[in-house]
């Protein structure tokens, strides 16, 4: 299986971003994390983190026909982009949206996603764990659907 994980705007941060909010692992540590979770289950795993909301659209857009299943914490883009929301629409690969903090916990404009109805499911408030959690459950997810 091949599983793409995105990360939006001010992830390359993490680590040094509000710690007492993301926690004190960097984005690298994370990927580094899941990345061995993923080889010791034979999947091949890809990771793009941009600041740019194109790169994204774009990075979605190459995944069409190729890629089994995304694993997106669209960070800012969350509470803002219906062109993020179009990009997965369009190539109709499933995916699980991902949040380090429990967003309904913090200001108002962050309980709203254009992404969670068309999730397959969302987690948040879990901190590098979701990541995680995210990846056992699409592996899950594939090797009933898609094998
Ligand atoms: C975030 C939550 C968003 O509201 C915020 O804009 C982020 C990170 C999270 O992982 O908790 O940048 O997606």
Redesign the pocket.
């Known amino acids: 299986f091949e599983i793409l994980m995105l990360n ?4 390359n941060m993490l680590g040094k971003r509000e710690p007492e ?2 926690g004190a692992q960097t984005l690298d540590e994370i990927v580094a994390l899941l990345t061995t979770q993923a080889n010791e289950q034979a999947i091949k795993l890809s990771h793009l983190q941009s600041n740019a909301e194109h790169l994204l659209i774009e990075a979605i857009h190459q995944a069409y026909q190729k890629v089994d299943f995304i694993i997106i ?7 803002t982009s219906v062109a993020i929301r179009d990009a997965l629409l369009s190539v109709a690969i499933p995916f699980i949206e ?6 309904h916990a ?2 108002e ?2 309980h709203h996603s254009y992404f969670s109805d068309i999730a397959k499911g969302v987690i ?2 879990l901190g590098t764990e979701g990541y995680s959690f995210a990846l056992q459950s699409a592996h899950t997810w594939l090797k009933k659907n898609k094998s």
């Open positions: 939006g705007p001010n992830l909010i993301y914490n669209p960070t800012a883009f969350t509470h991902v949040h380090l903090s429990n967003v913090r200001e404009f962050r948040c408030g």
